[in-house]
Protein backbone atom coordinates (compact mmCIF):
# COMPACT_ATOMS: atom_id res chain seq x y z
CA UNK A 1 0.00 0.00 0.00
CA UNK A 2 1.17 3.08 -0.89
CA UNK A 3 1.48 6.21 2.10
CA UNK A 4 2.43 9.55 2.02
CA UNK A 5 4.14 11.17 5.41
CA UNK A 6 4.41 14.98 6.09
CA UNK A 7 6.30 15.00 9.74
CA UNK A 8 5.87 18.53 10.04
CA UNK A 9 2.60 19.63 10.97
CA UNK A 10 2.95 23.13 11.30
CA UNK A 11 6.17 25.73 10.66
CA UNK A 12 6.50 29.55 10.80
CA UNK A 13 8.87 31.43 9.22
CA UNK A 14 9.55 35.32 8.63
CA UNK A 15 9.14 36.20 5.51
CA UNK A 16 11.97 36.21 3.17
CA UNK A 17 13.63 33.19 5.16
CA UNK A 18 13.75 29.76 3.07
CA UNK A 19 11.81 27.28 4.21
CA UNK A 20 11.95 23.34 3.06
CA UNK A 21 8.48 20.76 3.58
CA UNK A 22 9.71 17.54 4.35
CA UNK A 23 7.86 14.52 2.46
CA UNK A 24 8.61 10.89 2.66
CA UNK A 25 6.81 8.21 0.65
CA UNK A 26 6.27 4.16 0.64
CA UNK A 27 5.22 2.34 -2.24
CA UNK A 28 6.21 -1.08 -3.39
CA UNK A 29 6.15 0.12 -7.69
CA UNK A 30 8.78 1.38 -9.41
CA UNK A 31 6.25 3.57 -11.41
CA UNK A 32 4.77 5.69 -9.68
CA UNK A 33 3.96 9.79 -9.39
CA UNK A 34 4.38 12.25 -6.45
CA UNK A 35 2.95 15.73 -6.54
CA UNK A 36 3.07 19.08 -4.04
CA UNK A 37 -0.26 20.77 -4.01
CA UNK A 38 -1.13 24.49 -2.68
CA UNK A 39 -4.27 24.80 -0.34
CA UNK A 40 -4.49 28.55 0.53
CA UNK A 41 -6.49 29.96 3.49
CA UNK A 42 -9.61 30.21 0.62
CA UNK A 43 -9.54 26.61 0.33
CA UNK A 44 -9.00 25.66 -3.10
CA UNK A 45 -6.19 22.88 -3.91
CA UNK A 46 -3.85 24.05 -6.45
CA UNK A 47 -1.45 22.13 -8.26
CA UNK A 48 1.94 22.83 -8.16
CA UNK A 49 4.13 20.16 -9.50
CA UNK A 50 4.11 16.42 -10.24
CA UNK A 51 7.66 14.35 -11.00
CA UNK A 52 7.35 10.80 -12.29
CA UNK A 53 9.64 8.09 -10.70
CA UNK A 54 12.33 7.40 -13.80
CA UNK A 55 13.54 11.46 -13.23
CA UNK A 56 14.90 12.70 -10.28
CA UNK A 57 16.20 15.35 -11.90
CA UNK A 58 15.68 18.48 -9.02
CA UNK A 59 13.40 21.44 -10.15
CA UNK A 60 13.38 24.87 -9.93
CA UNK A 61 10.29 27.39 -10.65
CA UNK A 62 11.01 30.93 -9.14
CA UNK A 63 11.77 30.92 -5.85
CA UNK A 64 10.20 26.87 -5.61
CA UNK A 65 12.73 24.07 -5.49
CA UNK A 66 11.88 20.27 -5.57
CA UNK A 67 14.29 17.83 -4.55
CA UNK A 68 13.34 14.29 -5.22
CA UNK A 69 15.84 11.42 -3.53
CA UNK A 70 14.69 7.82 -4.33
CA UNK A 71 17.05 6.52 -2.31
CA UNK A 72 15.73 7.91 0.80
CA UNK A 73 12.35 7.29 -0.66
CA UNK A 74 11.84 11.92 0.16
CA UNK A 75 10.71 14.74 -2.30
CA UNK A 76 10.98 17.84 -0.49
CA UNK A 77 9.79 21.30 -1.41
CA UNK A 78 11.94 24.61 -0.86
CA UNK A 79 10.75 27.81 -1.13
CA UNK A 80 13.44 30.32 -1.40
CA UNK A 81 12.69 34.39 0.32
CA UNK A 82 9.45 33.45 1.73
CA UNK A 83 6.64 35.73 1.13
CA UNK A 84 3.33 36.18 3.17
CA UNK A 85 1.32 35.00 0.31
CA UNK A 86 3.22 31.74 0.51
CA UNK A 87 1.25 30.91 3.91
CA UNK A 88 -1.13 28.13 3.28
CA UNK A 89 -1.34 24.01 3.78
CA UNK A 90 0.75 21.99 1.44
CA UNK A 91 0.51 18.56 0.76
CA UNK A 92 2.48 15.80 -0.69
CA UNK A 93 1.01 13.39 -2.64
CA UNK A 94 1.49 9.67 -4.94
CA UNK A 95 0.17 8.06 -7.24
CA UNK A 96 1.13 4.67 -8.24
CA UNK A 97 1.21 3.23 -11.72
CA UNK A 98 -1.77 3.93 -14.00
CA UNK A 99 -4.01 1.34 -15.12
CA UNK A 100 -6.53 2.67 -17.57
CA UNK A 101 -6.24 6.29 -17.00
CA UNK A 102 -6.94 5.85 -13.00
CA UNK A 103 -4.25 6.91 -10.71
CA UNK A 104 -6.01 7.23 -6.93
CA UNK A 105 -3.67 9.65 -5.22
CA UNK A 106 -2.91 9.10 -1.39
CA UNK A 107 -2.00 12.80 -0.02
CA UNK A 108 -0.13 13.24 3.31
CA UNK A 109 -1.82 15.10 6.29
CA UNK A 110 -0.30 18.66 4.95
CA UNK A 111 2.21 20.80 6.43
CA UNK A 112 0.94 24.02 7.72
CA UNK A 113 3.17 27.02 6.44
CA UNK A 114 3.24 30.75 8.19
CA UNK A 115 4.95 32.98 6.67
CA UNK A 116 5.27 35.96 9.32
CA UNK A 117 5.60 39.58 7.89
CA UNK B 1 -16.11 24.09 -18.36
CA UNK B 2 -13.22 25.92 -17.76
CA UNK B 3 -12.57 23.90 -14.15
CA UNK B 4 -14.37 21.75 -11.65
CA UNK B 5 -17.25 23.45 -10.37
CA UNK B 6 -19.21 21.93 -6.81
CA UNK B 7 -22.38 23.23 -5.44
CA UNK B 8 -23.34 24.24 -2.77
CA UNK B 9 -19.98 26.10 -1.58
CA UNK B 10 -21.63 25.31 1.96
CA UNK B 11 -24.61 23.45 3.12
CA UNK B 12 -25.67 23.16 6.66
CA UNK B 13 -27.94 20.61 7.21
CA UNK B 14 -29.68 18.67 10.67
CA UNK B 15 -28.55 15.65 11.83
CA UNK B 16 -30.79 12.65 10.32
CA UNK B 17 -31.51 14.47 6.79
CA UNK B 18 -29.86 13.46 3.62
CA UNK B 19 -27.74 15.56 1.49
CA UNK B 20 -26.56 16.08 -2.41
CA UNK B 21 -23.84 17.54 -3.09
CA UNK B 22 -22.65 18.36 -7.29
CA UNK B 23 -19.87 17.83 -8.97
CA UNK B 24 -19.31 18.95 -12.38
CA UNK B 25 -15.82 18.05 -13.88
CA UNK B 26 -13.87 19.70 -16.66
CA UNK B 27 -14.97 18.95 -20.15
CA UNK B 28 -13.41 16.03 -21.11
CA UNK B 29 -11.94 14.34 -18.14
CA UNK B 30 -13.07 10.98 -17.62
CA UNK B 31 -11.63 10.29 -14.69
CA UNK B 32 -13.61 11.55 -11.47
CA UNK B 33 -12.66 11.28 -7.87
CA UNK B 34 -14.00 12.47 -4.12
CA UNK B 35 -12.23 13.12 -1.48
CA UNK B 36 -12.76 14.18 2.23
CA UNK B 37 -11.07 17.17 4.32
CA UNK B 38 -12.17 17.21 7.90
CA UNK B 39 -10.96 19.91 9.71
CA UNK B 40 -6.94 20.19 10.32
CA UNK B 41 -7.12 16.91 8.61
CA UNK B 42 -5.75 15.33 5.34
CA UNK B 43 -7.67 13.96 2.22
CA UNK B 44 -9.55 11.38 2.39
CA UNK B 45 -10.04 9.01 -0.87
CA UNK B 46 -14.22 8.08 -0.75
CA UNK B 47 -14.36 6.89 -4.52
CA UNK B 48 -13.14 6.93 -8.26
CA UNK B 49 -15.42 7.07 -11.38
CA UNK B 50 -13.91 6.46 -14.86
CA UNK B 51 -16.87 7.06 -17.38
CA UNK B 52 -20.31 6.70 -15.43
CA UNK B 53 -18.62 3.90 -13.60
CA UNK B 54 -16.96 3.53 -10.39
CA UNK B 55 -13.83 0.56 -10.25
CA UNK B 56 -13.24 1.97 -6.43
CA UNK B 57 -15.23 2.64 -4.23
CA UNK B 58 -13.17 1.54 -1.41
CA UNK B 59 -13.33 4.75 0.81
CA UNK B 60 -16.83 5.06 1.42
CA UNK B 61 -16.98 5.40 4.99
CA UNK B 62 -20.36 3.67 5.04
CA UNK B 63 -23.43 2.20 2.79
CA UNK B 64 -25.02 6.16 3.71
CA UNK B 65 -22.65 7.57 1.84
CA UNK B 66 -23.27 7.03 -2.26
CA UNK B 67 -22.24 7.93 -5.38
CA UNK B 68 -22.99 8.07 -8.93
CA UNK B 69 -22.11 9.98 -12.14
CA UNK B 70 -24.13 10.05 -15.30
CA UNK B 71 -23.41 11.14 -18.98
CA UNK B 72 -19.47 10.82 -17.77
CA UNK B 73 -19.71 14.21 -17.00
CA UNK B 74 -21.46 15.40 -13.55
CA UNK B 75 -21.32 13.32 -10.11
CA UNK B 76 -23.70 13.73 -7.24
CA UNK B 77 -22.50 12.59 -3.95
CA UNK B 78 -25.41 11.47 -1.59
CA UNK B 79 -25.18 11.53 2.05
CA UNK B 80 -28.33 9.75 3.81
CA UNK B 81 -29.16 10.55 7.34
CA UNK B 82 -26.20 12.65 8.18
CA UNK B 83 -24.51 12.49 11.23
CA UNK B 84 -22.58 15.02 12.83
CA UNK B 85 -19.02 12.96 12.35
CA UNK B 86 -20.01 13.51 8.54
CA UNK B 87 -19.25 17.47 8.66
CA UNK B 88 -16.50 18.22 6.61
CA UNK B 89 -15.05 19.82 3.01
CA UNK B 90 -16.16 17.39 0.62
CA UNK B 91 -13.63 18.29 -2.76
CA UNK B 92 -14.40 16.74 -5.89
CA UNK B 93 -11.48 16.27 -8.77
CA UNK B 94 -11.05 15.46 -12.60
CA UNK B 95 -7.88 14.18 -14.44
CA UNK B 96 -7.19 13.41 -18.09
CA UNK B 97 -6.36 9.91 -18.86
CA UNK B 98 -2.66 11.44 -18.75
CA UNK B 99 -0.97 9.13 -16.23
CA UNK B 100 1.18 12.20 -15.18
CA UNK B 101 -0.76 14.75 -14.82
CA UNK B 102 -2.18 16.08 -11.74
CA UNK B 103 -5.64 16.03 -10.66
CA UNK B 104 -7.56 19.54 -10.68
CA UNK B 105 -9.90 20.09 -7.93
CA UNK B 106 -12.59 22.24 -7.05
CA UNK B 107 -13.45 23.94 -4.12
CA UNK B 108 -15.04 22.19 -2.38
CA UNK B 109 -18.30 22.23 -0.58
CA UNK B 110 -18.16 22.79 3.34
CA UNK B 111 -20.71 20.14 5.02
CA UNK B 112 -22.02 21.28 8.62
CA UNK B 113 -23.88 18.90 10.42
CA UNK B 114 -25.96 20.62 13.66
Known amino acids: AQKVTQAQTEISVVEKEDVTLDCVYE???????LFWYKQPPSGELVFLIR??????QNEISGRYSWNFQKSTSSFNFTITASQVVDSAVYFC??????????????FGTGTKLQVIP | GAGVSQSPSNKVTEKGKDVELRCDPI?????LYWYRQSLGQGLEFLIY????????KSGLPSDRFSAERTGGSVSTLTIQRTQQEDSAVYLC????????????FGSGTRLTVV
Open chain 2, 93 to 104: ASSSTRADYGYT
Open chain 1, 27 to 33: TRDTTYY
Open chain 1, 51 to 56: RNSFDE
Open chain 1, 93 to 106: ALSEAVYGGYQKVT
Open chain 2, 27 to 31: SGHTA
Open chain 2, 49 to 56: FQGNSAPD
